[in-house]
T-cell receptor
Framework: DGGITQSPKYLFRKEGQNVTLSCEQN?????MYWYRQDPGQGLRLIYY???????QKGDIAEGYSVSREKKESFPLTVTSAQKNPTAFYLC???????????FGDGTRLSIL | AQRVTQPEKLLSVFKGAPVELKCNYS??????LFWYVQYSRQRLQLLLR??SRESIKGFTADLNKGETSFHLKKPFAQEEDSAMYYC???????????FGQGTRLTINP
């Protein structure tokens, strides 16, 4: 199902570079989320947005930034300030904040 | 802070045997609990939520406030149940979920 699309599937970054991960949804959901998934640590919330032009920090927001200019889109930028960016990143959305979330396929980011 | 603990990283059972994936949480109020599942090469998806009180794919989970647990159970495991399972908690009124570390369930033939 194409409800949430994350791109690219794999991403490589050089040290010191910022990189942006894309997340688009066509479910007309108000809320969107970014998680980081590391082995043995489950999913940790980076940022979330309840509505357009609004977003809040999650548990591990340092070194990341987001924007929510459109309802359908919630891009995540991994900045050079993120000390350990190599991870699997998952985007999710829900009809409204707090409701069950629908997930994308994820983007695997690696540092060269 | 709220926390969700899944004590087993790996769980292996034989087909036809009962399955129980443990989930404990720390929160003094009334939480909302979920189980999410990720099958091989598929997206993470909602399996069930405690307020629905339903059985999905033969799985059930009962919220035990006294023991602060939300264990996932199935009486007879099937090979297609092999997957990664995550327990998650939402504090009522909050917008975000807190996930456990996940349990990888393998059903042996």
């Amino acid at each position: 199902d194409g409800g949430i699309t994350q791109s690219p599937k794999y991403l490589f970054r050089k040290e010191g570079q910022n990189v942006t991960l894309s997340c688009e949804q066509n479910l007309n959901h108000d809320a969107m989320y970014w998680y980081r998934q590391d082995p043995g640590q489950g999913l940790r919330l980076i940022y979330y947005s309840q509505i357009v032009n609004d977003f809040q920090k999650g548990d591990i927001a340092e070194g990341y930034s987001v924007s929510r200019e459109k309802k359908e889109s919630f891009p995540l930028t991994v900045t050079s300030a993120q000390k350990n960016p190599t991870a699997f990143y998952l985007c999710a959305s829900s009809i409204e904040a707090g409701q069950p979330q629908h997930f994308g396929d994820g983007t695997r980011l690696s540092i060269l | 802070a709220q926390r969700v603990t899944q004590p087993e990283k790996l769980l292996s059972v034989f087909k036809g045997a009962p399955v129980e994936l443990k989930c404990n949480y720390s929160y003094s109020g009334s939480p909302e609990l979920f189980w999410y599942v990720q099958y091989s090469r598929q997206r993470l998806q909602l399996l069930l939520r405690h307020i629905s009180r339903e059985s999905i794919k033969g799985f059930t989970a009962d919220l035990n406030k006294g023991e602060t647990s939300f264990h996932l159970k199935k009486p007879f495991a099937q090979e297609e149940d092999s997957a990664m399972y995550y327990c998650a908690l939402r504090v009522r009124g909050a917008q975000k979920l807190v996930f456990g570390q996940g349990t990888r369930l393998t059903i042996n033939p």
